[in-house]
């Protein structure tokens, strides 16, 4: 004989692993790791600040 299970639970089991499949799609596409977000920051900083001193004029300070 089959067994019996709960059509409600199994949808939702179903709905969870899903969701988890996805997400962890999208770890993988999206996520960055700690040193690799200093890194940028870092990058774009110093880019900043070779564009700063290559100004012909400088800002005004207030």
Do not use: V, W
């Not at 409600?8 to 770890?27: D, L, P, S, W």
């Not at 700690?34 to 005004?60: I, M, N, V």
């Amino acid at each position: 004989m089959a067994e019996i299970i709960n059509l409600r639970q199994h949808r939702k089991q179903k709905g969870r692993e899903e969701k988890e499949k996805q997400a962890e799609q999208n770890r993988i596409k999206f996520g960055r790791t700690k040193d690799q977000k200093k890194r940028d920051a870092f990058e774009k900083k110093k880019a900043l600040s070779e564009l700063e001193l290559k100004r012909l004029e400088k800002k005004p300070e207030e």
